[in-house]
């Protein structure tokens, strides 16, 4: 049974930084990519940032320049650093996984809340 489990997540004021870490277990399929998505009340799930398994990466137009994705493919392990947070960052992240077939997993997801 696949699981991702989210770390990381909580309160800071605007300017400052936070460290998101998913660790992923029971994966027994080549991963594609690896990511974060996050989703504010009443809008829809978005991109943050994906890393794909040849270190190639992708961001959200809002978040670049700010945060950072990397990945660990021998321990499953994909972390998003994050920093200048803005009120507008609030939201639930979510962690990621693509096989390479197309299936999905997700994390049960992380409160990131940026006070400003």
């Known amino acids: 049974q696949v699981q991702l489990v989210e770390s990381g997540g909580g309160l800071v004021q605007a300017g400052e930084s936070l460290r998101l870490s998913c660790e992923a277990s029971?994966?027994?399929?080549?991963?594609?990519?690896m990511g974060w998505y996050r989703q504010a009340p009443g809008k829809q799930r978005e991109l943050v940032a994906t890393?794909?398994?040849?270190?190639?990466?992708n961001y959200a137009d809002s978040v670049k320049g700010r945060f950072t994705i990397s990945r660990d493919s021998a321990k499953n392990t994909v972390t998003l650093q994050m920093n200048s947070l803005k009120p507008e960052d609030t939201a639930v992240y979510y962690c990621?996984?693509?096989?390479?077939?197309?299936?999905?997993?997700w994390g049960q997801g992380t409160q990131v809340t940026v006070s400003s």
């Open positions: 890393i794909i398994n040849d270190g190639s990466t």
């Open positions: 990621n996984i693509f096989s390479k077939v197309g299936n999905a997993f």
């Open positions: 029971g994966i027994f399929f080549s991963v594609y990519t």
